[in-house]
């Protein structure tokens, strides 16, 4: 869906900026190969944002797979993973659909080179309001935002949008003058030679409307022909579903059950943005959840339920985030519901993962693809009949990259302690990238010693970090923008009491612990 369609009222663009500019000074995210100016749309995770995106993945996996929640009957339920390559035969791609239909109806524009997908650029007119309420539309001129298609919130006024704005309001003193959306204008060639694009200076340079294809071409082999084109692959799912007769064959599974995958997608998104949000690599946790189809309403609605959950249990705050259904008409011809877990993000609510009743579409699509039988058989069913089918699936698909983006929006923020101002992530402690930060008060008395041997026993167990330079305050504030929950602090009674102070990162509050109690302290608060 569009991002940024409903703007939050705590929408802060200099609050992005502000995350941005912390994930580069800290170490999180780089642009990547920043040192040949970059390539749009692909970004590198530092030693802090690996570590992060890492513990967001391991709880998934470890949470959805290993560990999975009960079904609603109480039950252990079934899940499995499993590891596909990128690359798969062509034709998946021909039977999923992607090959005919993954495209975007893309529009460019001749004057600034922008390129901008159709359905996010709001197209409006303006229109003048008398006291006694009559309307006149002014749609001699019309104007193209980014934005979604229909609506006229928020948009952004251009240079000559607003010189158009200043000119009827002089000539209307005292009438309100507002914008009004002209659906379809892209579609519509007399209407789209009257619009002007963003930061273009005249009407009429956008193209029409274009579809284009996202999935990005390889060949495989040495002869670039096209017997040998492949494609990287734009979604995990595909791999899960070509190989559910191998893992019914080989993996005591039962209907119903789930496949887990994670792993790198790729998609040449037409205009990448909002940083991390829309790239064109990026990663994916996905399930497919394979039933009948009498229970797929009963396993939609618990892994709605369950999933929106997952967010909230990592700490995110609820008033962030959103379960939306979709309205019958955004629903793709062949699914039976789909509900996105929608977040606040700065730029604006957007979505974070979709959860989808694909009925029987894609099992069904590559039987006939492949001329396999991909029905399951179940040997217990005493009913001949009910046998053998083509299960449902219900689809829980997540972005490990907008998961990491979304985890990082949530937890920055900016107070003061102690009359100065600090930037803190609270990071929930799994996922915080260092769990624990050792330092000795000062360098000398024998602190450092004792501060690295305390480093050394706790680094077989958890990831923490010595540091020994700077003011213990500005050490404790670099350990609060890493997201660092507990920094320990060896100093005068550690060598005569065998006791440090252990400061928690949100409260500031510190704790005399015992040297020897240390780890069982951390292992408790960090669920570890
Ligand atoms: P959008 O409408 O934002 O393009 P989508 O509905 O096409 O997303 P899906 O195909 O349902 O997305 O993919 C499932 C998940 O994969 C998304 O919820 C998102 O978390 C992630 N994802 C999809 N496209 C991208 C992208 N370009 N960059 C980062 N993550 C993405």
Redesign the pocket.
């Known amino acids: ?3 940024a369609a409903q703007q939050s009222p705590q929408q802060q663009p200099n609050v992005m900026e502000s995350i941005v500019s912390l994930c580069k000074r800290r170490g999180f995210v780089y642009p990547a190969s920043e040192i040949y100016g970059g390539l749009n ?1 692909f970004w590198d995770y530092g030693p802090l944002g690996v570590l992060l995106k890492n513990n967001i993945r391991d709880h998934w996996w470890r949470n959805m797979v290993e560990t999975p929640p009960l079904g609603p009957d109480g039950k252990v339920i079934d899940m499995v993973g499993i590891d596909t390559a990128i690359i798969q035969n062509p034709k998946t791609w021909i039977a999923s659909g992607h090959v005919g239909g993954f495209s975007d109806p893309m529009v460019d524009d001749r004057e600034t080179r922008a390129r901008y997908r159709a359905d996010q650029l709001a197209v409006y007119a303006l229109e003048v309001v008398a006291a006694d309420g009559s309307v006149r539309v002014d749609n001699e001129v019309l104007f193209a935002a980014p934005g979604e298609v229909g609506k006229t919130d928020n948009v952004e006024l251009f240079e000559p949008h607003r010189k158009r704005v200043a000119s009827i309001q002089k000539n209307n003193a005292g009438k309100e003058v507002r914008p009004v959306a002209v659906p379809n204008a892209l579609q519509d060639e007399a209407l789209r030679a009257k619009v002007i694009a963003p930061g273009a200076s005249a009407p009429g340079t956008l193209t029409a409307p274009r579809a284009f294809n996202l999935m990005f071409k390889t060949h495989v082999g040495a002869l670039e022909d096209n017997q040998s084109v492949t494609y990287l692959r ?2 995990t799912a595909q791999g899960i579903f070509v190989n559910f007769k191998n893992v019914t064959d080989t993996a005591r599974v039962r209907v119903p059950f789930g496949i887990g995958q994670i792993g790198k ?1 790729f ?1 040449n ?1 037409i205009n ?1 943005r909002n940083f ?5 690599e ?1 990663e ?1 946790m ?1 399930i497919e959840f394979f039933c009948r189809a009498s229970e797929s309403a009963q396993w939609y609605q618990y892994w709605r339920e369950r999933r929106y959950r997952w967010y909230l249990d990592l700490g995110m705050k609820q008033a962030n985030l959103h379960l939306r259904e979709h309205e019958a008409s955004e629903l793709a011809h062949y699914a039976a519901g789909c509900a ?1 877990v929608e977040y606040d993000f700065p730029f604006g609510r ?5 959860i ?1 009743n694909r009925t029987d579409f894609d099992l069904r699509q590559h039987s006939q693809m492949s001329g396999k039988d991909l029905r399951y058989f179940d040997d217990q069913e005493p009913n001949e009949e009910a046998r053998r089918f083509l299960p449902h699936v219900i689809e829980p ?3 490990a ?3 990491t983006l979304a985890f990082l929006c949530d937890a920055f923020s900016e107070d003061e302690v102690g009359g100065e101002p600090r930037t803190v992530l609270k990071l929930h402690p799994r996922l915080a990238p260092i769990k624990a930060a050792v330092f000795p008060l000062v360098k000398k008395d024998g602190m450092p010693e004792k501060a690295l041997e305390i480093y050394r026993s706790l680094k077989q167990r958890f990831n923490v970090y010595y540091d020994e330079k700077a003011a213990i305050g500005r050490r404790y504030r670099r350990q609060d923008e890493a997201g660092t929950p507990f920094c320990i602090t060896v100093d005068g009674e550690t060598l005569s009491a065998g006791s440090v102070t252990v400061r928690e990162r949100d409260s500031c509050q510190q704790a005399r612990i015992g040297v020897g109690e240390l780890a069982s302290y951390l292992g408790e608060r960090l669920g570890a």
């Open positions: 869906m569009p991002e749309g734009p979604e997608a998609r998104e990448p991390t949000f829309r790239s064109r990026f994916q996905e996105d957007s979505e974070l993962e979709g989808a698909s997540a972005g990259d907008r998961g």
